[in-house]
């Protein structure tokens, strides 16, 4: 995809072609099928001799729209958008993979996403090894001749660690291993991992991309070679995006870059302040200088993110304390939301894992995350004070 213009200006004028009433902002096309001019059409259109729109479960001028844009800020040359991110996940490992193939993947990864590692691909007999995210010389010792994928996301979730992309990209190649990022903590604004050598980037876009917790969506872009496999899998099992979610998120794309500032730069306050209280143990947020992969971080993203993580003192209790306090933020399981929310991973999204489990992926009982919001930032941090007192 031919990038013209900067960021900011491709995410608000990249844009499907007028439509005979001249509007000024794109339309909802809010249809299942499209017509054909007669025989001859249907039947190029079928063959695939022409590109065009012939069943929104293949392709919709929405979710084509949203591709672009996702497209052009990744620097992807095509993609496909998903009902979800899990939805973009699962597809595009699954057309991916054959029986018997094995992915090597961080263990810190998104919940849903290593449940399908573990839980659901050995039916397939597709197998995986786990790499900890600060061992990346671990990775060579895993590959074997069936070894088809590295998997990652940088930052991870909920410990808010950083994966050096260059060096990720450089294993991949050396081992010819397809490379898979999930950049939805960081946005294409923050980072766009195929400069660094992923072949595929995939998203969640009910997080920044929405930004106001509204829908559900996910995409996945990369090289035309492997989109298109993720295609024919994809048009054919029915995971894709509704017409309507794909033009709520194409407008959100128009704020992107103006709302994940602000939401960056609240979180860095944020974290400035959480970094001198007493009743703080730790607190982790990329560009903190006091974090271990602060100078990767500066190398790989334009800004910190969303979300900070930290400790209370007094473990589980104290936690406990602190969120039954919190008066403003949203206890809720969502991020990247113009709203604020604080979430206790050891007791909600993380508990079916053992305390052993949750160590290893670095989160502790009195671990608290805040995908910091966009209200003003004083009010975010008086709420937090008031909790903590
Ligand atoms: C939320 C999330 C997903 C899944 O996206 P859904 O839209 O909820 O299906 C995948 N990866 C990461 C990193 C996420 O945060």
Partial sequence: ????????????????????????????????????????????????EKERNIYSRYSNPNSSEFIEKVCKMEGAEDGFAFASGMAAVF???????????????????????HSLFTNFFPKWNISHSFFKIDELHTIEEMV????????????????VDVLDLEELG?????HNLILIIDNCFASPYLQQPIK?????????????????GRVLAGITVGSSELVDK???????????????????????????????????ENALKLAQYLEQHQKVNWVKYPFLKSHPKFEIAKKQMKAGGCVVAFEVKGGLEEGRKFFDAIQLLSLSANLGDSRSIVTHPAST??????AEERASVGISDGSVRISVGLENINDIIQDIEQALG
Avoid at 145 to 159: C, D, F, Q, S
Avoid at 196 to 212: E, N, P, R, Y
């Fill in 91 to 113: 597809s595009t490992l699954a057309a991916l993979l054959n029986s018997g193939d094995h992915i090597i993947s961080a263990r810190s990864v998104f919940g849903s996403t």
């Fill in 170 to 174: 450089k294993i991949a190649k050396k």
């Fill in 349 to 354: 999204t993380h508990s079916k894992l053992s």
């Fill in 230 to 264: 993720v295609y024919r899998f994809s048009r054919i099992t029915g995971p894709a995006l509704s017409p309507f979610n794909a033009w709520v998120l194409s407008k959100s794309l128009e704020t992107l870059a103006l709302r994940v500032d602000r939401h960056c």
């Fill in 196 to 212: 660094f050598g992923a072949d595929l980037v995939i998203h969640s876009g009910t997080k920044l991309m929405d930004g106001q």
């Fill in 1 to 48: 995809m031919n990038k013209k213009y900067e960021f900011e200006t491709e995410a608000i004028r990249t844009q499907l072609e007028r439509s005979q009433f001249l509007e000024h902002s794109a339309p909802l096309y809010l249809t299942s099928s499209f017509v054909f001019e007669d025989a001859e059409d249907m039947r190029a259109s079928f063959a695939e």
């Fill in 144 to 159: 074997t001749p069936r070894t088809k994928i590295l998997y990652a996301e940088t930052p991870t979730n909920p410990g």
